[in-house]
């Protein structure tokens, strides 16, 4: 899983002290805690973006989006605080079919002249089993936002061989099409149609501490 994900927020606990008798700091009991989640930028060279969906209710069809940006703020040990916004360019999608990819960037399906972009940023997180993470967010596809949940798992962190720490996950999301306008299809004689409703989205992530 996607709007322009230039801004940086930073989250901090509070800092507490304790008084003395007269009302003043005291001198040897002040206890202060502050955390700051790190941001990180997603490098797309590492990452990758893909998307099925059922075809001829028989196999999945699955494609991959070639160019998008993003940023995450995390803290291990506040999942609460963890935000995301990303940004996936229509046109760049590849089905491995020309004609298919031509249909798909057409007004039938994303309309990717009116709407070259499809956005998510987050609205809440939570820890889930396993250290995940569930991410509520808003996916805007077409011009029309829609709440969609991203289940976030084998989040890990890495010192790559120049010097930069990373972090990986993989997420995925299932979306009906036809919430966001995109409700073409065609019955087949055998019953059933051709394209299925339920898209899956899968997100292989690599990320980078941002500088």
Known sequence: ?????????????????????????????????????????????????????????????????????????????????????????????????????????????FDAEKHPEMTFVSRSARAADEGGLEVLGDLTIRGTTQPVTLSVRDISTATDMRGNQRIGATAVAKIKRSDFGMTWNKALETGGVVVGDVVTITLDLSLVKAT
Do not use: Q
């Open 1 to 109: 899983m996607l709007c322009d994900a230039g801004r940086e927020r930073t989250h901090r606990t509070g800092m507490n002290a304790t008084t003395n008798d007269t009302g003043s700091s005291s001198n040897t009991t002040t206890n202060t805690t502050a955390t700051a989640a790190t941001r990180w930028t997603l490098d797309p060279g590492h990452s990758a973006v893909g998307f099925s969906v059922r075809h001829l209710m028989i196999t999945n069809v699955r494609g991959e989006f070639g160019k998008y940006r993003g940023t995450v703020t995390y803290d291990a040990a506040r999942p609460e605080a963890t935000r995301i916004e990303a940004a996936i360019e229509v046109g760049s999608l590849d089905t491995r079919e020309a004609k298919r990819d031509a249909d798909l960037r057409s007004p039938l399906f």
